[in-house]
C-alpha cells in the first residue's frame, strides 16, 4: 500500500499490466496566467521560488510545467510537499493528487480506488469534473465525467452523484500522456512570484503592521530586506529579538533576506536636544525613512515598504506621512494604508507573525515620544529642527554602526535535489 493514506495503492489496469500511478501535488498558477509574451520570465522565477521552498524537505523532487499548472513529486510524503508549496507566493491553489498514464481504462481505475479511499463505506455525494487539454482523447470532457461516475457507482458502495453540492468533488485533468486525479485542494497565497517585481527594504517594527505590509509587498512581487531601529543604548534587545524572530518567520515566503539593525537611540537623543518637543515622532520617522534611503542605495532596493495605515496613531496621519515622505529619496509603499487593525491583526495570525508581535519589547518609537504628538507636523519645523543637526554625519554614522543579520539562512537543512519530471510509467 502507498505510505500516504490519502493516495490509493499503485495497481494495474485491466489493458496494461505495466501503468502505476503514484502522487504528486497540483499548482494553478495565479496572475502570472494573465501574462503575455514574457509569461515565462514570471514562470521561471516562481520555479526557483519553489525550489527554494523546497530545501530541506528532505529527499529528491521534480518539477514539471503544464498549462497554467506546475506539477510537484517526487521522493517525498506528499504532505510534506504541500506544506513546502503552501509558502510559495504565485500559486492559487495546491491540490495533492495522483499522476497516471492517459489511458481510459487506468484512468478508470485511479478515480475508483481515490474515491473508495477517500469515502469509505460512509455514504457521500460526488460529482466527476474532467478537462481534456488532449483533445484527441477518445472521450470528450462530459462523456468521460458520464463514464467516470458510472464505474464509480458501480464499484463503490454507499456513493450518490450530486453535481450541485457534493461532498467530494473528483477533479480529472487528461494531458497527452499523463492525468492528474485530486479530490482535495488547498488555497494558495496568489499573488506574482517574489522578486519578479524587484526588491524592496521593509522598515521592521515588532508590531502587527509593518510584517503583515512585508507580506503583502512579497505577494506583489518584491523580495525584501528590512531593517530595525532599535532604541540602543537606552532600550534593552528584546526588540531585536522580536525582529529577528518576525523576519525568519517572513523569510519562509521568499529566499531569505537580511535584518540590518540600526542603533537609533543616541540619534533620537540629538533630536530632542535639538527643540524636537511635539515634533519628536515625526522627525523621528524622517530620519529612518532617510537612512533606510540610504541603505537601500547600498542594498539594491528600489522603494522602501512601511506599516503605515492612515489615520492609525497621531503620527500617521496624511500631513505627517508627507512629511516623512519628503525625507525618503526612494518610493515609500505603504501597503496596508487602507486597512483598519483588526484587519491587519487577522492577517498577521493567518500569516504567522501575531504571535511574535504580541511579545512585549521596548519600542523605540516611544522612547523621548512627547505628551502629545503634533498631528500636522509642518516642514519648515522640521527642517529647522534637523538644520542644528549634521544629518548626512548622523545618517553615515548610524550605518556605519549597523549590524547585519541573516534570519532562516544559517540554520537550513540537509539539501534537496530538484529536477525534471520522470516520464510516464
Not at 501503468?19 to 494573465?34: N, R, T, W
Not at 521592521?204 to 507580506?215: E, F, I, N, R, T
Not at 532596493?301 to 496613531?313: N, R
Not at 507636523?377 to 529642527?385: D, G, I, Q, S, W
Request: hydrophobic share 40%; glycine share 8%; aromatic share 4%.
Amino acid at each position: 500500500m502507498s505510505d500516504n493514506p490519502r493516495v490509493p495503492a499503485a495497481r494495474a489496469s485491466a489493458g496494461d499490466s505495466s501503468a502505476s500511478y503514484g502522487p504528486c501535488v497540483l499548482l494553478k498558477h495565479g496572475e502570472i496566467f494573465l501574462k503575455g509574451h514574457n509569461r515565462h520570465r514570471f514562470t521561471k522565477q516562481l520555479h526557483d521560488n519553489l525550489r527554494v521552498a523546497l530545501h530541506g524537505v528532505g529527499g529528491s523532487t521534480w518539477i514539471k510545467l503544464a498549462q497554467n499548472v506546475t506539477v510537484l513529486g517526487g521522493q517525498v510524503p506528499q504532505e510534506a510537499l504541500v506544506e513546502r508549496a503552501r509558502r510559495v507566493i504565485g500559486f492559487n491553489s495546491v491540490a495533492p493528487a495522483v499522476r497516471v498514464p492517459s489511458t481510459l481504462d487506468t484512468i478508470t481505475a485511479a478515480a475508483v480506488d481515490a474515491l473508495g479511499s477517500v469515502c469509505g463505506k460512509r455514504p457521500v455525494r460526488f460529482a466527476v469534473r474532467v478537462r481534456r487539454r488532449d483533445k484527441k482523447f477518445p472521450l470528450t470532457s462530459s462523456r468521460m465525467e458520464a463514464y467516470l461516475g458510472a464505474r464509480v457507482l458501480e464499484a463503490v458502495a454507499g456513493l450518490s452523484v450530486d453535481l450541485t453540492a457534493p461532498d467530494v468533488t473528483l477533479a480529472v485533468e487528461i494531458d497527452r500522456k499523463e492525468t492528474y486525479l485530486s479530490w482535495e485542494r488547498y488555497p494558495g497565497l496568489g499573488g506574482l512570484p517574489v522578486g519578479s517585481s524587484g526588491r524592496a527594504l521593509v522598515l521592521l517594527s515588532g508590531g502587527y503592521d509593518s510584517p503583515v505590509a512585508a507580506h503583502r509587498a512579497m505577494r506583489r512581487g518584491l523580495a525584501c530586506d528590512f531593517v530595525h531601529f532599535s532604541g540602543a543604548p537606552y532600550t534593552n534587545p528584546s526588540s531585536v529579538y522580536k525582529a529577528y524572530a518576525l523576519a525568519r518567520e517572513l523569510n519562509r515566503y521568499q529566499q531569505p533576506g537580511d535584518l540590518h539593525v540600526v542603533a537609533l537611540g543616541k540619534a533620537q537623543k540629538q533630536l530632542a536636544v535639538a527643540g524636537a518637543g511635539r515634533l519628536q515622532v515625526v522627525a523621528q520617522r524622517r530620519l529612518m525613512v532617510r537612512t533606510a534611503s540610504a541603505l537601500a542605495v547600498r542594498t539594491g532596493a528600489q522603494a522602501l515598504v512601511t506599516g503605515d495605515s492612515l489615520g492609525q496613531v497621531a503620527s500617521q496621519t496624511l500631513a505627517n506621512l508627507a512629511a516623512v515622505d519628503e525625507a525618503a529619496t526612494l518610493p515609500v509603499l505603504r501597503p496596508l494604508i487602507g486597512w483598519d487593525k483588526q484587519e491587519i491583526i487577522d492577517e498577521a495570525r493567518s500569516i504567522g507573525t501575531a504571535e511574535i508581535s504580541v511579545l512585549p519589547d521596548e519600542d523605540c518609537c516611544s522612547l523621548l515620544a512627547p505628551p502629545r504628538v503634533s498631528t500636522r507636523a509642518r516642514l519648515p519645523e522640521l527642517r529647522t529642527v534637523e538644520r542644528r543637526l549634521d544629518l548626512d554625519e548622523v545618517v553615515e554614522a548610524l550605518l556605519g554602526a549597523a549590524r547585519v543579520l541573516r534570519p532562516g539562512q544559517d540554520d537550513q537543512e540537509e539539501p534537496t535535489t530538484v529536477g525534471s519530471c520522470p516520464a510516464p510509467a
